[in-house]
């Protein structure tokens, strides 16, 4: 999409359709919106007195001029209450807005930046959170349908109009911001939403291959006489059970820059998980091709970490397999010796992203990293204990702090739950170092303190669990049912914000 920033007054704009807005129980609208009103001979106070439009949050209305200004069509949206208006009202209301327009054929869209005057957010937050919510809510996947004649074109062009010069560059600079955001995001749904026929791990290497090109990030994947040779072995012993040889992608920014601090991303990329020969139930089984959820927001994130010149070193670390069951395939009992020295009891093979994970964390030592984060649709404990309100953390407070400020700005919240010494008792094993899973209590817990064993020594680390928030099975308003790309901004948010 084309995003480009004008200055004048919205209601002088030739336009296929304009946006404007009003918090719930205004009855006299001001700013913008009321000189849009004023030049309309006060449509938008009748709607508002006749009790067609309140305000509520996403509550669209569309008002016809008819030649009193030169846009074809006035949308107007609603903020919802004051007390509660934020970034995230922003992203919700700029998507309704834009939907709605879709909808009724308007392909080029104005509008004013939604929460930068008596909203009170910096003008550059505020446009960066309405060009996201505008792409995000637009967000279609339809590369694999042909049948497609029905369907409203897609938004091209999306003009932010401001009536103050001054704040030009901060609104330029937030949609430079909001639009790598989001596309990056984007990238990660489709990663997610693709079959895992078509997203296995060779077409995922590939597909590093070609966005670091792009961006200009450095990409190197080991393939699995690399993998063998270096001795990741728990990694590997996932990949027993058949499908494409397993790979682990390396990617770079600002490669070679030792002056920089170094952060480390791991992101789980089990391309299909069946669960091995502990298998898993037939019914819901096809989404698990979102197994590769932790790997498709890494792959986001240093897509904009690279375009964004973030001033950090960052690598992110995506090992990539199938977990499929044949002759060949890893069974309940056997024991596996990992990169890090410590042998590992498989009690259930379909607890195998902390198998794959456990050899990138110790791989990530290689970087002398001052931060580790890894992420990853780990558990159903998660779903359990969180729903789908915000993702586990665990870890380093510090880190876990910035994760929680970073799910609070961009709405892809965390929340943190203990590592005790005392949880590593239900990993203990009779054969091995360790077992791969604890039991059905504190799933989520034990599956961390597990990875927690193969974090290098004194870096802090912190592991983000998202199952069940990679897909989502209704539409949200800038979340459309299917893949969600949750982390990609999360993470982002923690690497802009780094000091």
Not at 106 to 120: F, R, S, Y
Not at 206 to 230: F, I, R, S, Y
């Amino acid at each position: 999409m084309q995003i480009e920033v004008v200055t004048g007054a919205i209601q002088n704009q030739a336009a296929q359709a304009i946006v404007v807005n009003l918090f719930e129980g205004v009855t006299l609208p001001g700013g913008a919106t009321g000189a849009v009103d004023a030049a309309l001979g006060g449509q938008i106070r009748d709607i508002i007195a006749d009790g067609d439009f309140r305000g509520k949050l996403n509550e669209v209305a569309v008002l016809y001029p008819c030649g009193k200004i030169p846009a074809r069509r006035v949308i107007l949206v609603g903020l919802g209450k004051r007390e509660k208006f934020g970034l995230d009202a922003i992203r919700q209301a700029s998507a309704s807005a834009a939907k709605h327009a879709r909808d009724v054929g308007v392909t080029h869209l104005h509008t004013i930046v939604h929460g930068a005057g008596v909203g009170g957010v910096a003008p550059e937050q505020a446009t960066a959170a309405v060009v996201e919510g505008t792409l995000l809510g637009l967000y279609r996947f339809h590369e694999l349908k042909t049948q497609l004649e029905e369907l409203r074109p897609d938004l091209t062009t999306l003009t932010l109009v401001e009536w103050d010069a001054a704040r030009r560059p901060a609104l330029e600079a937030g949609a430079r911001v909001g639009q790598v955001v989001a596309e990056s995001t984007l990238l990660a749904r489709d990663l997610v939403n693709r079959p895992a026929n078509i997203v296995t791990p060779s077409s995922m290497a590939q597909t590093a291959h070609q966005m670091a090109a792009e961006v200009g990030l450095h990409c190197q994947v080991l393939d699995k006489a690399a993998l063998t040779a270096l001795g990741m072995n728990a990694f590997l012993i996932v990949n027993r059970g058949g499908g494409e040889p397993a790979q682990l992608v390396i990617l770079e920014h600002n490669v070679g820059r030792d002056d920089l601090p170094t952060i480390v991303v791991v992101g789980k990329g089990i391309t299909f998980d069946s669960g091995g020969i502990s298998l898993k139930p037939g019914e819901n089984m096809h989404h698990m091709k979102g197994d590769m959820g932790g790997a498709a927001a890494v792959f986001g994130a240093l897509r904009a970490a690279a375009l964004l010149d973030l001033p950090l070193h960052v690598v992110g670390l995506t090992p990539l397999t199938e977990n499929m069951p044949d002759a060949h395939a890893t069974k309940p009992g056997d024991v596996v010796r990992s990169l890090k020295g410590l042998t590992i009891e498989i009690l259930n093979t379909d607890a195998e992203g902390r198998l794959i994970l456990a050899d990138a964390l110790t791989y990530a030592q290689h970087f002398a990293p001052q931060a580790i984060f890894d992420i990853a649709t780990l558990t159903g404990g998660r779903v359990v204990a969180l729903g789908d309100q915000a993702a586990a953390v665990m870890g380093d407070e510090q880190l876990i702090a910035r994760l929680q400020a970073a799910g609070e700005a961009t709405f892809e919240r965390v929340w943190p739950l203990p590592l005790f010494e005392e949880y590593g008792e239900q990993l203990k094993s009779t054969v091995a170092d360790v077992a791969n899973i604890g039991g059905r209590a504190a799933s989520s817990i034990t599956a961390g303190y597990f990875l927690s064993k193969f974090v290098p020594d004194g870096v802090p680390w912190a592991h983000i669990d998202i199952a069940g928030l990679d897909l989502v099975e209704k539409d949200k308003p800038y979340i459309p049912k299917g893949a969600t790309g949750f982390g990609v901004r999360l993470l982002v948010e923690v690497l802009r914000s780094w000091k």
